[in-house]
């Protein structure tokens, strides 16, 4: 191999370099990343809720999103934490499941907006993890509350 | 050396169907939902300029009712869209941002600093009844000349397939 050659591969493994990196940055920024995907265990799919929901040892289900959501209808029983983006929010949270045994099976939900853009879903979801809470779900919406449980049939309670 | 150039080629392919896929996967939904034939409400309100606003009063002209929020990313992203319908059809029609923030400050913040070229009102749980209920955000409702919803869309908006019913509708 000449230098001229030598120069130009090193150049390509440069740019290669630089153009797989972000790919790289993307796919694990944190813990809830990976977790959050569908497919992951940790994932709930509102089929999977309604049947948990009959059962006698039913989940807590935390509503971490807009209140005016919540108003217009959530799931029955659904507690309503506020938007976790937000540090009242999240505070908010951390103080409702302090008091809570780390094997409470708890399951958030937001639906404010598509899935890949809410912004309250992995803070909430990181705060109880951080807090120990083994038995933790998230209630997939694609699109919205709206689109993915009400308009599907799935029981709503209005008002608060 | 050619094979050299060959993989960063296929390398570059890769990462722009990467990026495509990321980029469809965010565009949840835009498909105008079956024209339904129910009536828009009349609503009157008042924007963040302090104008009232009648929805009757646009009778003639294509409205456009956008609820959003300054701190929802995909609604964020569409408003310059939505700022070009406007700019383009400035007779014709006419887009009304219905914001559910909570914190005014942050909404009015986004306003000024966006140049929103149309009237933005401050949403209620009232204003989204009136629409038969606000599943998501965004969302979007098309209304035709005569007062009647002719589609709404939930979800990161097509905007394509929007401007396609607008000119369809101002024919």
């Known amino acids: 191999m000449n230098r001229k050659s030598l120069t130009l591969h090193i150049l390509l493994i440069a740019i290669a370099f630089i153009l797989v990196l972000p790919a790289f940055s993307m796919a694990t920024p944190d813990a809830s990343d990976k977790d959050l995907q569908p497919g992951s265990p940790v994932i709930m799919q509102a089929q999977e809720l309604v049947q948990a929901l009959k059962k006698p040892a039913k989940p807590l289900v935390f509503y971490v999103g807009p209140e005016m959501f919540y108003q217009q209808g959530h799931i029955p029983g659904a507690e309503f934490v506020g938007p976790a983006e937000r540090p009242e929010g999240l505070k908010k949270l951390h103080a409702r499941a302090a008091s809570l045994p780390h094997n409470t099976p708890i399951v958030i939900y937001c639906g404010c907006c598509p899935w890949s853009h809410c912004p309250n879903i992995h803070p909430a979801y990181n705060e109880l993890k951080k807090m120990g809470f083994i038995h933790l779900r998230v209630l997939y919406l694609q699109t919205s509350f709206g689109t993915d449980w009400a308009e599907k049939g799935y029981p709503v309670q209005k008002g608060s | ?171």
């Open chain 2, 1 to 171: 050396m050619r094979r050299a150039v060959r993989f960063l080629l296929a390398l570059i392919v890769a990462l722009a169907i990467f990026e495509t896929g990321r980029h469809l996967a965010h565009r949840t939904s835009g498909i105008p939902s079956p024209p339904p034939s129910v009536a828009a409400p009349d609503l009157s309100m008042t924007d963040l300029e302090g104008n009232h606003i009648d929805t009757g009063h646009y009778r003639g002209k294509l409205l456009l009712v956008n609820f959003w929020a300054a701190w929802c990313v995909p609604c964020a992203e569409e408003i310059p869209q939505f700022m070009k319908l406007q700019e383009k059809y400035q007779t014709k029609l006419q887009v009304i941002g219905i914001s559910i923030d909570d914190k005014e400050s942050e909404l009015r913040s986004f306003y000024k600093s966006h140049k929103m070229n149309y009237p933005v009102i401050r949403g209620d749980q009232k204003i989204a009844d009136g629409y038969g209920g606000v599943p998501g955000l965004p969302t979007t409702y098309v209304i035709d000349q005569e007062e009647h919803i002719r589609g709404r869309l939930v979800g990161a908006t097509d905007f394509q397939k929007l401007e396609q019913q607008i000119s369809s509708l101002l024919k």
